[in-house]
């Protein structure tokens, strides 16, 4: 249930209540609805901390980007990376903002790996690793063509998702150890024909944990699996014909979308826990989260 606090920062609190879904043969279709209901924080939310962070030394502007971990709260408000502890307290900053090797001056992605006590940090040109204290620790120099759009952690290795928009990505995501050296790759089962143009969004790879397992959910997908081993889907996502799929984005060279964006759901966060599935979504000009129980 670690994950649940999070929930408030996360997800706007207009939520839809869906039945427990049915099983299809080893996975489970969860039907997408924008009906919505009042449901208790208390049916689904173990426990709300408060936690008030000490802002004497550093100022935050906003919090874009927050990774908690055992210990800590790593948290980026679009200009610097800031490390708490759990009580709030203020310890340091992580890496230096500009354009020298060391640093970075724009922040892609960022994601904390805690078996090895790193901070990985994607910039345009590569990604550039520190040490929980905020000392440089590595950085990494990726050829144009394996770009980062957003790091996920997997044990002491890192996901690096590439972006999909353009169609011709050859893989989803590829994967590096703890050296920045490339162990492995999910190849890209989405295709598609290069358009003159067709809309993408900043993110649409989601991925959550639950317990040790990782799950993913990939652009154009409508299914939610666990990675690792044989990949396989534990959810699929029954959209009707409101889905935002590869026909939608390139029809009409992407003018469709322009006069018809409302009609699609655009999912914009994944959230699970042991007990629950949540899943919020932009539709008819609103955000709604589905909660699901399973």
Known sequence: MKNLPLICLLFPLLICSCEESKPSNEFKVIPISDKQEELKASE?????????????????????????????????????????????????????????????????SFT????????????????????????????IILPAKKQVSSLQAYGDKMLCLQSNASGQSPVSWYCLDKDGNEVGSRPNHFRFNTVKWNWAFFKEHFFYTTGNNLYCKEMNSDTIFRVG????????LDQQDRGFDIATRTRDYGHYWMKNSGKHYVFKGILGTDKYLFLNFYYQGKYTTNVYRY
């Open 44 to 108: 689904f939310i173990a426990d709300i901390q408060y936690i008030p962070l000490e802002t004497d030394s550093v100022f935050l502007s906003d919090i874009k980007i927050m990774c908690p971990t055992r210990d800590d709260f790593f948290i980026f408000d679009g200009e610097q990376i800031a490390r708490f502890n759990k009580a709030g307290r203020f310890l340091n900053i992580v890496g230096k903002k500009g354009k020298g090797p060391q640093e970075f001056s724009y922040v892609k």
């Open 112 to 139: 904390v790996s805690e078996p090895t006590k790193t901070v990985w940090v994607a910039k345009p040109e590569g990604i550039v690793i520190y040490k929980y204290d905020g000392s440089f620790h590595q950085n």
């Open 229 to 236: 081993g044989r990949n396989e889907p534990v959810f699929v």
